[in-house]
């Protein structure tokens, strides 16, 4: 079942992310994905960034063709809607560490946000290649929670990758869970560090997907289906897979190192 | 309790239960995966020449009964990278069959040769893509090309080759028995019917491709016929596809004339548990009914034979 919308809200995030709004009635979970449907061009799964109320929305990162042009979308414009499907994350831990690389922390703003809502500490850890790209930022300091900043270039917070800063703060403080989403090299490091300390991690992953019923095997990660058993795993059934941080699979099924093109 | 071991000509199954063509079929995992959960057998994704990233989404659509309407465009990793995916699902001890397509009849022998040395216990032939030809038909609705297609793979491998039928012909049973002279062991029936679903508020076809097929509870009584008509027209077993989702839904089928089984658009209401239930369901019926095994049920509901 497909529902066509139109958009009433486009917000530019950062310099390479959008967030699109669109009257979805219905109840959404953090975590969960919708494939959003941008007619005459393609369908794509995309985590929803606001799951609360009627007035749901995702949001964009600039990557390919298709990104780019949704990103253009204006008011107005109509896109088919269909989900949410996908799993959610728990959000009964107390004392959380939010671990967000880029575009990632699309997904962990709805989540945090709930969270913090019902009482729970919230701690993200933030990366972005550079300032300007800090996703969600002030969302995430209006919920009330700490952020603490890493840039690639050093434009501000902690010169280099996030992970540095979160496996700080793992070190000095205690949380009863890590919410991670990013580029999956990064999440491969979070898990390995929380999971060191006896820290529960769980990773919101990305895979290429077609028909998100579990059926096509678009986006099959080691025994599981992204779109039915994801997006949110818990690291320890990722970690022992030979693909997880390592390859993907491209539309063909072909499997495909990170990084390569 | 019935016997739900089954033979397709020389294939020993252990149930007749089989992971459609398609469903699941991209990663040896996942194909592994369906067969702990309890398939009989498991069907590979349909394997051409080169790599396809198939048709752009929206690639299916869903409808409120668990039909399906899909376009996946025949995405696959292509021969050279397939068969690694075929060694994980047989080292896990999956019975895999392999699916090829091809333009015609060289390309089905060359794929089929190739896919057969992965160790592939049987071959199914997806006969339902576009004739390099034959301009917008398909290689299957042809019988002519269906015979010299068997007949061209049947000759390079030695494994049981299954042709499987289009239902969008005039007369699918003519097409199984052009299989059979070709040399098939055994002929599938059917593959997804031709649909279309259009989006109103934007007057356009939803899937990209526009043309889809259908697949699931809707196309079951259509199946149905094929098999039927099929069974009364061809000597080699007939494998039945289209909606089957409950033990039900199978024992029609075998009742029908079907000796095998294929499920595939079920496993989106239950993922691959669906397996473990149907052969449970399917040896509890025939208990009931008072059949020792399938075979000795397959095509019952047909008058007497002569």
Redesign the interface.
């Known amino acids: 079942?497909?529902t066509?919308v139109r958009v009433t809200e486009r917000v530019v995030e950062t310099p390479s992310t959008v967030t699109l709004r669109f009257p979805y009635p219905g109840p959404a979970a953090p975590g969960q994905f919708v494939?959003i449907?941008f007619?005459?061009?393609?369908?794509?799964p995309m985590s929803l960034s606001y799951t609360e109320g009627a007035s749901k929305g995702v949001t964009i990162k600039a990557m390919g063709t298709t990104s780019r042009n949704v990103q253009e979308l204006a008011v107005g414009a109509?896109v088919?809607l269909?989900g949410p499907y996908g799993n959610r994350f728990d959000l009964s831990a107390r004392r959380v560490l939010v671990v967000g690389g880029g575009s990632g922390a699309a997904v962990l703003a709805p989540a945090a946000e709930r969270a913090a809502a019902q009482g729970t500490r919230v701690t993200v850890a933030l990366g972005a290649t550079q300032s300007a790209e800090l996703l969600f930022r002030h969302r995430f300091e209006e919920m009330g929670a700490r952020v603490e900043v890493a840039t690639d270039d050093g434009s501000e917070g902690t010169k280099g990758f996030v992970t540095s800063v979160a496996e700080r703060l793992l070190t000095a403080e205690r949380f009863d869970a890590v919410w991670t989403c990013g580029p999956e090299i990064m999440m491969q490091k979070v898990a390995v560090a929380a999971g060191a300390l006896g820290v529960p991690v769980f990773c919101s992953v990305e895979r290429h997907m077609?028909?998100?019923?579990?059926?096509?095997?678009?986006c099959?990660l080691?025994?599981y289906?992204v779109c039915?058993d994801g997006p949110v795993f818990p690291a320890e059934r990722l970690l022992p897979l030979a693909e997880f941080g390592r390859s993907h699979?491209?539309?063909?099924?072909?499997?495909v190192p990170f990084g390569a093109r | 309790m019935a016997d739900l071991a089954v033979r397709v000509g020389t294939l020993a199954l252990r149930n007749p239960f089989l992971l459609a063509s398609g469903i699941w079929g991209e990663s040896g995992e996942s194909l592994a995966g369906a067969w702990a959960a309890g398939a009989g057998g498991v069907i590979t994704k349909s394997i051409g020449s080169e790599p396809r990233k198939g048709y752009p989404n929206p690639t299916i659509e869903t409808y409120p009964d668990g039909s399906l309407l899909n376009a996946m465009g025949l995405p696959n990793p292509g021969i050279d990278e397939y068969p690694r995916e075929v060694e994980v699902a047989r080292a896990r001890g999956a019975t895999v069959i392999g699916s090829v397509f091809g333009a015609d009849a060289a390309e089905f022998a060359r794929l089929a040769t190739r896919l057969a040395a992965s160790g592939i216990a049987a071959l199914e032939l997806n006969l339902s893509c576009p004739h390099a030809e034959g301009y917008g038909t398909e290689v299957g609705s042809d019988p002519a090309d269906v015979e010299e297609i068997v007949r061209a793979v049947v000759r390079e491998v030695r494994i049981p080759v299954i042709a499987k039928i289009t239902p969008n012909s005039p007369d699918p049973a003519a097409l199984a028995a052009a299989a059979e002279r070709g040399g098939a062991a055994a002929v599938s029936a059917i593959n997804t019917v031709r649909g279309l679903a259009i989006d109103t508020s934007l007057r356009r076809p939803v899937l990209a491709h526009g043309m889809g097929g259908l697949s699931g509870p809707a196309i079951k009584p259509v199946g149905l016929a094929c098999v039927w008509q099929i069974y009364d027209r061809v000597a080699i077993p007939v494998i039945g596809v289209g909606g089957i989702a409950t033990a039900e839904d199978a024992l029609e089928y075998v009742f029908a004339g079907a000796r095998a089984l294929e499920v595939g658009t079920a496993v989106t209401q239950s993922g691959v548990a669906v397996f473990g239930r149907l052969a449970e369901g399917l040896s509890r019926r025939l208990d009931e009914l008072g059949y020792s095994s399938v075979a000795a049920a397959v095509g019952a509901a047909h008058p007497a034979r002569a």
Not at chain 1, 249 to 255: K, Q, Y
């Open positions: 079942m497909r066509v494939m449907w007619p005459g061009d393609d369908e794509l109509t088919g269909r077609k028909c998100a019923l579990g059926l096509c095997d678009a099959a080691g025994p289906h039915v699979r491209d539309p063909s099924g072909r499997r």
